[in-house]
């Protein structure tokens, strides 16, 4: 029979697997976003150096997406109660006609619907987005040095959705829908 001191050890300890964990998935969640994007670009442009693709117009958007796809799968695999995840941008002006925005958020939105949202989510999300601000910070990405967090998650319930409630109403948009990563 275990004390309560030895428990207590063994949780720290699946913690901190939990924490090494999700901080190697970050990493990869980062090195396959930026793979994305640069596989999205003009051939021409692919072997270019991190710095000078980040300065395109059209790598951080890619970009996004990649990291809107990792930090989606990663949610719903660690946490039951998410069900979809979707990409979004609160700013996205419908009348655009280009499809360039002059300044892009470098945030990633997501909408996660969820069964019930819990504290354990808010924590995952909280350390899920500190993790991935300091590897976009080392990845050297120019517009990421400024950013104290990276990832604006809301959570959204099928009540919430039903009752067209907040940041729910965006999934019935007609203009700017959200985009389903999950």
Known sequence: MLSDVSKVNMQVIATAEEVTDIQQRVKNICDDAIKYAVSKLPAARQDDDLLTLSQRKDFLPHLKCGLAKGVGDLLTEKDVQVKEVYLFEPDANPDLESGVFDDLDATVHLLLLVGTS???????ITALDRTLTQSLKES??????????????????????RLRRGFATLLSSIFTPPIRVC
């Open 118 to 124: 819990s504290a354990a989510l808010e924590s995952l």
């Open 140 to 161: 050297k990405i120019p517009v990421y040095a400024k950013y104290r967090t990276v990832l604006d998650i809301v959570p959204i319930t099928n009540e919430d959705v």
